[in-house]
């Protein structure tokens, strides 16, 4: 149980376009899903926290007119990266967590963005 | 907010149990340790979770002492499959996750 889906795992786009991110819980209900974001060799940096109906919750320093998060139900967030340039290039990781004391959150298997 | 800290990196060999510390002086009465295991370009993995003395799994145990200003986890008979970064956060589970370092566990042959 607690499986965490991604998609599409891997994308390539040019300068200035956008792109969205689906994540997933497959098997159970999410309260919470958070979005995250990893360079190469660094540890994974919270960008969002978003529960399903209302607006997401952005960390200091994350743009949230260029990274759009819906919440749309309690199994789907997705991540829109808007007008994206190369050093938006990076690893988006999601998770899930049912939000109760003792749950934890269930990560996904990750975006792989390159932006030319 | 509880910061963790570990090792930055550890080597191991094959067949070894191997034990990581981190500290987390200011953890909070609500929070819970969590461990997680991360390959390269993959997502991290839940590993374990405990809120005090001792928790085992399949996979591993997680030892936490009385004041919980520490937790070790401790993975028996490692292979060479278990080489990743682990991670250990503390959170009470309706709040965020910051990742510190991690430590980098090298099982050799």
């Known amino acids: 149980g607690a499986v965490v889906s991604q998609h599409p795992s891997w994308v390539i786009c040019k300068s200035g376009t956008s792109v969205k991110i689906e994540c997933r819980s497959l098997d159970f209900q999410a309260t919470t899903m958070f979005w995250y974001r990893q360079f190469p060799k660094q540890s994974l940096m919270l960008m969002a926290t978003s529960n399903e109906g209302s607006k997401a919750t952005y960390e200091q320093g994350v743009e949230k007119d260029k990274f759009l998060i819906n919440h749309a139900s309690l199994t789907l967030s997705t991540l829109t990266v808007t007008s994206a340039h190369p050093e938006d290039s990076s690893f988006y990781i999601c998770s899930a967590s049912l939000g109760g004391i003792q749950e934890t959150q269930y990560f996904g298997p990750g975006t792989r963005l390159l932006v030319l | ?109």
């Not at chain 2, 510390?21 to 340790?33: E, K, L, Q, R, V």
């Not at chain 2, 399949?58 to 937790?71: G, N, Q, T, Y």
């Not at chain 2, 996750?97 to 980098?104: I, L, P, R």
């Open chain 2, 1 to 109: 907010l509880a910061k963790t800290t570990q090792p930055i990196s550890m080597d191991s060999y094959e067949g070894q149990e191997v034990n990581i510390t981190c500290s987390h002086n200011n953890i909070a009465t609500n929070d819970y340790i969590t461990w997680y295991q991360q390959f390269p370009s993959q997502g991290p993995r839940f590993i374990i979770q405990g809120y005090k003395t001792k928790v085992t799994n399949e996979v591993a145990s997680l030892f936490i002492p009385a004041d919980r200003k520490s937790s070790t986890l401790s993975l028996p008979r490692v292979s060479l499959s278990d080489t990743a970064v682990y991670y250990c956060l503390v959170g009470d589970n309706f709040n965020k996750f910051y990742f510190g370092s991690g430590t980098k566990l090298n099982v050799k042959p």
